[in-house]
């Protein structure tokens, strides 16, 4: 069974960091492009990132480019996404999907309050 | 940026009943290697979103067949011939053409 699992949310204070974690089961993550989705509460869903299947290009959401990194480790068939410098806005639930979202993970909340 | 426009976005429909949820775009979505990457997504309350159908028209594994999708360039429209209870949540068309993605607001399928 394909299977993607996130982790590493939590409460983090404004200007904070976090680094999530997707760890993909069941499928070969170096042979896709991978992807970080946002959902607020109670709000629509938001491409945050992508990167491509050998890491060489990543492109992100204009709100998160030069705070957010998303990087891959294939060797261990996980994807990250390293948050640095936090704002509220930033509170959602962050999911990792396969390229244009062909699998989902459960997603992982991460809240910016102080 | 490709902004996607959706309608309606709350769509109150009588089990039985087709639903019809409409998604445009700001430029068009076909791309230089031939295909257009519009995709529909279903989220039901609680749960993950899932990718009901890939670039335009392509049902996935295990998607009913009373989800269809069609469209071109602009304009893109995702069909349910007949609602059924399991399809009340929230439905997405997302644009993978152009940098960076983007969503539609979302439509909210609910039973009258």
């Known amino acids: 069974e394909v299977q993607l699992v996130e982790s590493g949310g939590g409460l983090v204070q404004p200007g904070g960091s976090l680094r999530l974690s997707c760890a993909a089961s069941?499928?070969?993550?170096?042979?896709?492009?991978m992807t970080w989705v946002r959902q607020a509460p109670g709000k629509g869903l938001e491409w945050v990132a992508s990167?491509?299947?050998?890491?060489?290009?990543?492109y992100y959401v204009d709100s998160v480019t030069g705070r957010f990194t998303i990087s891959r480790d294939n060797a261990k068939n996980s994807l990250y996404l390293q948050m640095n410098s936090l704002r509220a806005e930033d509170t959602a639930v962050y999911y990792c999907?396969?390229?244009?979202?062909?699998?989902w993970g459960q997603g992982t909340t991460v809240t910016v309050s102080s | 940026d490709v902004v996607m426009t959706q309608s309606p976005l709350s769509l109150p429909v009588t089990l039985g009943q087709p639903a019809s949820i409409s998604c445009r775009s700001s430029?068009?979505?076909?791309?230089?290697?031939?295909?257009?990457?519009l995709h529909w997504f279903q989220q039901r309350p609680g749960q993950s979103p899932r990718r009901l159908i890939y670039?335009?028209?392509n049902r996935e594994s295990g998607v009913p067949d009373r989800f269809s999708g069609s469209g071109s360039g602009t304009d893109f429209t995702l069909k349910i011939s007949r609602v059924e209870a399991e399809d009340v949540g929230a439905y997405y068309c997302?644009?993978?053409?152009?940098?960076?993605?983007?969503f539609g607001q979302g439509t909210k399928v609910e039973i009258k």
């Open positions: 670039r335009v028209s």
């Open positions: 997302m644009q993978g053409t152009h940098w960076p993605w983007t």
């Open positions: 069941g499928l070969t993550l170096s042979t896709y492009w």
């Open positions: 999907a396969r390229g244009r979202g062909g699998v």
């Open positions: 430029q068009s979505l076909a791309h230089s290697d031939g295909n257009t990457y």
């Open positions: 990167i491509k299947e050998d890491g060489s290009a990543q």
